[in-house]
């Protein structure tokens, strides 16, 4: 545990650690907020008389903040000795090799999917997304002030992607991967020799089915590539399920096929992104072997 406070409090770590103390905050501050507002029934910050002038109020506040933000800055960077490490060497590699602390997420993405998976596709998507919110959303209500009660899905699944798969993965990728990129547990130390066997297994190689990826002549077994299709495609088949159950709801009709199908694609690749961590670290804990791919191809690899 004396490591793992050390960690904590590296000069490097502690920007990292009021960050996540941050969102931690203000996300309960907008919840507690919610709450208040949904139990009286009326937005509290639509009662709130906060209208001054740009000149002197404004630019006054904001010049007074400029000062303070300045003086924190050199009275941290006098107090805590955070130095440039030195320059690259390609015979002397950093044991972990860790991306800036706003990438470490990203980078413990790569521990669960390809490379073009967790580098490409999946942050592509997180932007796509991010870019249609303003298009798929339907919701009137709760705009501009704090509410749970409106926005329950939104705000669910927000709190969910935001929190936990970016988040948490930063805080996992800075304070709990130590050498080797290997997975520790705050308490225990950080070994630089300790080395991590892990034999990784596709879905349809677990028991009982046991069905090799692979055929002894190195081709692609055709009944472990159907099987982790079904797989994928069944899982993705969910979407299209809900809608036929609930197509004449008024939310459906409001919501139309288009708008549902790009919501309904989010927020399952969402999911199946956590069901693939889940496939990962569940066994690894259990002490059996972790799932590598649910579906391997000629092409790509899921």
């Known amino acids: 545990m004396q490591q793992f406070l050390e960690i904590l409090t590296k000069p490097d770590n502690i920007p990292i650690v009021f960050l996540l103390f941050s969102v931690v905050f203000f996300s309960w501050f907008a919840w507690k907020r919610g709450k208040q507002n949904d139990i009286q029934g009326y937005p509290t910050e639509a009662t709130l008389d906060d209208k001054v002038q740009v000149w002197p109020y404004l630019v006054r506040v904001e010049f007074l903040a400029t000062i303070a933000v300045m003086a924190i800055l050199v009275i941290w960077s006098i107090t805590l000795d955070a130095p440039l490490e ?38 592509s998507l997180i932007i796509v997304g991010l870019m249609a919110i303003p298009y798929i959303d339907i919701n009137e209500k709760g705009n501009g002030y704090y509410t749970f009660k409106e926005r329950k899905f939104a705000i669910l699944v927000f709190s969910f992607g935001f929190l936990i798969l970016w988040c948490f993965l930063i805080f996992l990728g800075t304070f709990m991967r130590g050498p080797g990129w290997n997975f520790f547990l705050p308490g225990e130390k950080w070994d630089p020799h300790y080395v991590g066997v892990l034999t990784n297994v596709d879905l349809s190689e677990m028991w009982p089915l046991n069905i090799p990826t692979r055929l002894p002549d190195g081709s692609l077994n055709p009944i472990a590539f159907i099987f982790g299709a079904t797989c994928v495609f069944g899982f993705y088949s969910l979407g299209p399920l809900y809608w036929l159950k609930n197509r004449n709801a008024d939310f459906m009709k409001k919501l139309g096929l288009v708008r549902y199908a790009v919501v309904s694609f989010l927020f399952l690749t969402m999911a199946g992104l956590v069901v693939k961590i889940l496939l990962r670290l569940i066994p690894t804990f259990l002490g059996l072997n972790p799932v590598k791919y649910v579906w391997v191809t000629p092409w790509f690899n899921v």
Do not use: C, H, M
């Open 86 to 123: 030195e320059p690259a060497n390609r015979a002397l590699t950093p044991n972990p090799s860790k991306a800036p602390w706003y990438f470490l997420g990203l980078q413990e993405l790569l521990v669960y999917f390809d490379p073009w998976i967790a580098g490409v596709v999946l942050p």
